[in-house]
């Protein structure tokens, strides 16, 4: 069975603070899908990457990136310079198979709150 | 691209009366997702439809839940007979064949 952890339920910096959200993943497939979503205190959830289980290149996208580690089932997510507005819940999720976006549906972790104060 | 929309975006019910949902999906998104989320947690995956065909249900989805997208548009997410540990909140999602699935505002529906 798939499942998602994220250890960290809540992390809590200095505006400017580097920071990083860890995400460890089990599955039995060997073709899959990485996640991260973002849900500010609005309430809905923002897609921020999707990666496949091929792909392990890391990704930059303006302050934020990504580390995709297969050999420790890990999909951890950094922001630079973290500012106010980064303030979130931050989910990390699983999809197997082919489907890519989750003919089974998503399997989330229980997500990690990220507190940026000023 | 107006995204994916729902109504109502709160719901008050007395358990064991029933309650019905609607999303309005990415216009041209073909497969279409019900997720429920309880505080603390992240969303749990509860059925999928792709254009009209429910393709797939989770345990989650009791008897007392039903989902239709009647034409492949819109979808609803009854439940009936609704019991207080159905308060949560109702996500939407939508995603045009494998890519990745776009989410609603969700509908917060709290059972007294």
């Known amino acids: 069975a798939q499942k998602v952890t994220q250890a960290q339920t809540e992390i809590s910096v200095v505006e400017k603070e580097d920071v990083t959200l860890d995400c460890v993943y089990e599955t039995r497939d060997t073709t899959y899908y990485l996640f991260w979503y973002k849900q500010p205190p609005s309430g809905e959830l923002v897609f921020l990457i999707r990666?496949?289980?091929?792909?392990?290149q890391n990704e930059i996208s303006g302050r934020y990136s990504w580390n995709f580690q297969k050999s420790t089932s890990s999909f951890n997510f950094t922001i630079t310079a973290s500012q106010v507005v980064d303030s979130a819940v931050y989910f990390c999720?699983?999809?197997?198979?082919?489907?890519?976006?989750?003919?089974?549906?998503?399997?989330f972790g229980k997500g990690t709150h990220l507190i940026i104060q000023p | 691209d107006t995204g994916v929309s729902q109504n109502p975006r709160h719901k008050i019910t007395k358990r064991g009366q029933n309650v019905t949902f609607r999303c309005d999906p990415i216009s041209e998104h073909n497969r279409l997702y019900w997720y429920r989320q309880t505080l603390g947690q992240g969303p749990e995956f509860l059925t999928y439809f792709q254009n009209e065909a429910q393709l797939e249900k989770s345990r989650l989805l009791s008897d007392r839940f039903s989902a239709e997208r009647p034409k492949g548009s819109f979808s609803t997410l009854e439940i009936q007979r609704t019991e207080q540990g159905d308060s949560a909140m109702y996500l939407c999602?939508?995603?045009?064949?494998?890519?990745?699935?776009?989410f609603g505002p969700g509908t917060r529906l709290t059972v007294t």
């Open positions: 999602a939508s995603s045009y064949g494998v890519d990745e699935q776009y």
């Open positions: 999720a699983l999809s197997e198979g082919y489907s890519g976006g989750g003919a089974d549906g998503l399997t």
């Open positions: 990666r496949n289980s091929f792909d392990e």
